[in-house]
């Protein structure tokens, strides 16, 4: 067990590996409660939730979910979220563990600016989180359920039961598999956990932690919060304009979006791999031309492809794929190549 | 659980020294256990020599890095290049996937034995 963001969570149940298999061969089931969450309602919810993140959530509808950030006036990371539109005057914005209480104090300060009738409450403690990923994932599920899980796409979600228990089940995930995330009160959570488990059991279903959660989003080049991407980041140098609402009118960090969607960054998060046997991780400094060029963020040997692979912020110059850079392993330099990202994309 | 035949050191080594070869150089078992899942092994040049307690080699796990420490004196006679090649074999036998061969000239004073390793690693 380790401490992360003051909950005790397990690194590895049966192996990262064979965890980081059966999710992309069978399916894994994760505790992910650390995760916090945020609502936002009031009349005036909507134009504080485009006010706030990047994304447009006026383009969705009702059990519609949408990937954005939280941003300072530098276009940089406060958060990187789920926007949950629950309502069209009640929004749920899914968050990272180590952040809760700097995103809610954030949204709060930014609430009192907007004004209006609208209210931010933190319901972090409400819901329990379980994650329920990889292709057998939809048939353990269904055997548990009355809602059609066909019926809800790929990052929708849909109120119902599991195992009796009252639950949100939503289709998303953080590992490049097919998947579900079922939000349940904490007093009910261990019920849910237990009765997938045991549907999955002859579909060789089994719990994983948090280091095949880390290996599984990297090979599937997402982006994680205080690696990849933090206060020091743009959404742009993360290479994440996908996530910018560019029609929006105005809203925290538009003007440096803005600024360098026209004229470029400096730098920006490339996917790498290894060229000489070696692993680069976290913290790594990137050399070019001799040059100290950038840093690793994540980088890990991965389950599945086998291939030591990894993200970086390199200059702008060096980001094309293909391009060769040096990854200082502990006092020993290593070829690396840019490549595109995903490492890793599943078979539809 | 431990092999009998097997001397240990604190650093999580195992050492087989007999007859009037060389000795073999691996892991144990809490090791390997505390590791998980090895993907990579760094190992020395053969003709290397070593003091006890220098570093002769890397291994890394998905979730961590580890160097590795000589148990003696001596000089690298013979690396497993095999075991780098699958270095999960070192999860999957930790006794039987020796590192390296090493001719002892020194060190081997302060080695535990089975029983001794055991109650360290209690």
Redesign the interface.
């Known amino acids: 067990m380790v401490e992360f963001g003051g909950w005790d969570m397990p690194v590895e149940y049966s192996g990262i590996v064979d965890e980081h298999m059966a999710v992309r061969t069978r399916a894994g089931v994760f505790d992910v409660s650390h995760m916090g969450e945020i609502e936002i309602a009031g009349n005036d919810a909507l134009k504080v939730v485009q006010h706030i993140t990047s994304n447009d959530a006026g383009k969705l509808a009702d059990c519609q979910i949408q990937y954005s950030a939280l941003m300072t006036p530098q276009g940089t990371f406060v958060d990187d979220v789920l926007t949950y539109r629950l309502a069209g005057d009640h929004f749920m914005l899914v968050v990272n563990a180590s952040n809760i209480m700097k995103d809610f104090h954030w949204i709060a300060e930014r609430v009192k600016e907007v004004g209006g009738d609208v209210a931010a409450v933190n319901t972090s403690s409400r819901y329990a989180l379980i994650a329920v990923q990889g292709p057998a994932a939809k048939d353990v599920l269904q055997s548990l359920t009355g809602v059609n899980l066909s019926t809800i796409k790929y990052y929708w979600f849909a109120t119902g039961e599991v195992a009796n228990v009252r639950v949100t089940i939503s289709r998303t995930g953080y590992t490049g598999e097919d998947g579900f995330e079922i939000f349940v009160a904490p007093s009910a959570a261990e019920r849910v956990w237990d009765a997938i488990l045991q549907a999955g059991k002859g579909a060789g279903v089994i719990p994983a932690g948090l280091g095949a959660r880390d290996t599984l989003r990297l090979e599937a080049s997402m982006r994680l919060y205080g690696n990849d991407m933090d206060e020091t980041t743009t959404v742009i140098e993360a290479d994440l304009g996908w996530i910018v609402g560019w029609k929006k009118e105005s809203f925290v960090g538009s003007d440096v979006l803005r600024q360098q969607k026209a004229q470029g960054t400096s730098r920006k998060l490339i996917g790498f791999e290894m060229l000489d046997r070696a692993i680069a991780r976290h913290g790594y400094n990137a050399y070019a031309g001799g040059e100290k060029a950038g840093v690793v963020t994540s980088g890990t040997q991965t389950p599945f492809l086998k291939k030591a692979v990894g993200m970086a912020y390199l200059p702008i110059d060096r980001t094309a794929p293909g391009a060769e850079f040096e990854v200082d392993i502990r006092g020993r330099r290593a070829k690396a190549a840019v490549v595109p990202m995903p490492f890793y994309k599943r078979q539809k | 659980m431990y092999p009998g035949d097997l001397k240990y050191t604190k650093d999580h080594e195992w050492i087989r020294i007999g007859g009037d070869g060389p000795a073999k150089v691996g892991i144990t078992d809490y090791a390997q256990k505390q590791l998980?899942?090895v993907?990579?092994l760094e190992l020395p040049q053969v003709g290397r020599a070593l003091k006890k307690g220098e570093v002769f080699g890397?291994i890394?796990?998905?979730?961590a890095?580890s160097e590795l420490y000589s148990p003696v004196d001596g000089e690298v006679t013979e690396v497993n290049s095999a075991l780098v090649q699958s270095p999960e074999s070192v999860n999957t036998d930790p006794h039987g996937s020796w590192m390296i061969a090493v001719k002892v000239t020194g060190g081997q004073g302060d080695l535990m034995d089975a029983g001794a390793y055991t109650e360290l690693t209690k």
Do not use: R
Not at chain 2, 60 to 63: D, F, G, I, L, M
């Open positions: 998980g899942d993907v990579y890397t890394e796990s998905v979730k890095v």
